[in-house]
């Protein structure tokens, strides 16, 4: 018998003869090995050209996920790759269909408004198949200077444009920090040494800075306390759950509602901050949904969303509102950005931190082993690739887990120290960096911008607490019992996605 033996021949460029090329963006494996696959081996097919991967010793491939992961949690060996869903035909030399309609894969003709409205109407699913901002054929168009006026509307060409055309040297440099997922006594401590009284922007108020909150685990009391204490808080969904594709591919607009909408209510019944100040959402692992996830925002009367992450980019770029196409590519790998327009939307876009080369969004995924000087030139020079330019906001994007890492703290404490003493950085919230944007006011007026300003009356009923309830619930969800500390009353059961009120449903 004669064993089947596939010749690989490289050419200069590296690739591999002899395996067929899929070129849908993914890995694959060699659709064409009979009997028993080498689960480690992947390829890639760019501009026609077959290149060969392997994952390091003991891991296979995971065809789904696309990423290489211990074997006993790989179930797709036997596949070779994703079919990918047949394309519509929405260029052809002649025209398929008449005016208003467009062509399905199989060259059926439907209403062009079925194309990416995230329904499947063409049999082969082809009308959905399509839709990033580029292609939809719905999408709006590019920005459009003369009817795209603030406070409403912000766009340009490239995304680097400053609002109200000011100077840099009129524009205060905002640093926006962000804390993502659950505040605690795990990290309540960090946080009150970051936000000391004594920290205070130019015009004397203190600095501020904005919290995107998950559920579990989270202490209320304290959440509450954040916001009277002039941070804002916004939505990181309720169970911040796995798989990180999910979020894109799977979650639909019930889903998006659950998870944020019913995370605005558990922070407005446990907290106590009213509904219309909970603004922003941030997807877990930042995998934005899509026109899903925007939809739902638009229902629900969210103003921002601060899930992308731009390409780099030096001058870095401005956030912008939804009206027209995002001016960036939409970054990152099985990213589906909103391909429709979302009049009045803003995207708090995030420029990723470069470092030596490698860029990342949240710190806490950026090269770690540096020494103080090199974390602290890390801070220095992204900040200056702002403040030098056109002063786009700069944002810096945390777990605390970074914190956990004494000398991390220590740097970043000292790199505050140093931003604050300039008379043009001010540390604000996103909601207050849109503030700015909607009515764009010179650094000589900045310190009479009312938004900036000291002041937050809070109503007497909404003071946090010193005292606060500490409930011990059941949680059918999590299997178990959770903690909740709360000012106001305690639920009857742990609140999850379906109960945000954390009612007893009697039988």
């Keep these: 018998s004669s064993i089947l033996s596939i010749e690989i021949d490289y050419d200069e460029t590296g690739a591999v003869e002899g ?12 659709p064409e090995v009979v009997g028993i696959r080498d689960c480690a081996k992947y390829y890639w097919c760019p501009r026609g050209k077959v290149l060969e991967f392997r994952c390091s010793s003991g891991l296979w491939f995971d065809i789904e996920r696309q990423i290489c992961d211990f074997k006993s949690k790989i179930d797709n060996c036997a596949k070779s790759h994703d079919a990918s869903t047949p394309r519509p035909l929405f260029s052809t030399e002649s025209p398929i269909c008449p005016e208003g309609q467009l062509a399905c894969a199989d060259k059926k003709c439907l209403s062009r408004d079925l194309f990416c409205d995230g329904q499947t109407d063409c049999a082969d699913e082809s009308d959905e198949s399509l839709c990033d901002p580029e292609n939809d054929p719905n999408a709006p168009t590019r920005c459009d200077l003369g009817n795209c ?15 109200g055309d000011l100077k840099p040297e009129e524009t205060p440099q905002m640093i926006i920090l962000t804390f993502d997922d659950a505040v605690n006594n795990e990290n309540w401590e960090i946080y009150q040494k970051v936000f000391e009284s004594n920290r205070t922007n130019a015009n004397g108020c203190p600095i501020r800075s904005t919290f995107f909150l998950s559920h579990e685990y989270t202490n209320y009391r304290h959440v509450q306390k954040l916001w009277n204490d002039g941070h804002e808080i916004a939505i990181h969904s309720i169970t911040h759950k796995h798989p990180e594709l999910w979020w894109t591919f799977n979650a639909t607009i019930e889903d998006w509602f659950d998870e944020f909408a019913g995370m605005a209510n558990i922070v407005n019944k446990f907290a106590g901050i ?6 922003g959402t941030r997807v877990p692992f930042l995998r934005v949904g899509w026109n899903t996830q925007f939809i739902m925002m638009r229902e629900f009367g969210f103003l921002y969303d601060s899930s992308m992450v731009a390409p780099k980019s030096d001058p870095p770029l401005w956030p912008y509102t939804l009206d027209y196409r ?9 990213q589906k950005c909103p391909s429709r327009s979302f009049p009045g939307m803003w ?7 470069d470092i030596e080369g490698h860029t990342c969004a949240m710190i806490d995924s950026c090269p770690t082993h540096l020494s103080d000087e090199e974390v602290f030139n890390m801070f220095m020079d992204n900040f200056d690739r702002h403040y030098k330019t056109n002063r786009a906001p700069f944002g810096i ?3 605390t887990i970074w914190f956990k890492e004494k000398q991390n703290f220590r740097v970043f404490l000292r790199f505050l120290d140093e931003l604050i003493k300039k008379p043009d950085v001010y540390f604000v919230t996103n909601y207050q960096a ?3 944007m909607r009515t764009p006011t010179p650094l000589s007026q900045v310190n009479n911008f009312e938004p900036w300003g000291c002041k937050k009356t809070i109503d007497p009923n909404l003071v946090a607490c010193n005292h606060p309830r500490l409930c011990k619930l059941h949680s ?6 959770r903690y909740l500390h709360t000012c106001f009353e305690c639920p009857d059961v742990y609140p999850w996605v379906k109960n945000e009120f954390g009612l007893e449903f009697k039988k």
């Design 19 to 30: 395996v067929p090329c899929i070129s849908n963006g993914k890995f694959y494996r060699n």
């Design 149 to 163: 006026t603030l406070p409403d509307c912000f766009c340009s060409a490239d995304g680097t444009r400053i609002p």
């Design 274 to 279: 009213p509904l219309d100040e909970l603004r």
């Design 326 to 334: 995002i001016p960036h590519k939409c970054h990152g790998t099985r």
């Design 347 to 353: 995207e708090m876009i995030m420029n990723p931190l």
């Design 397 to 399: 994007y945390f777990h």
């Design 434 to 436: 849109i503030e700015w």
């Design 476 to 481: 059918r969800h999590l299997k178990g019992e």
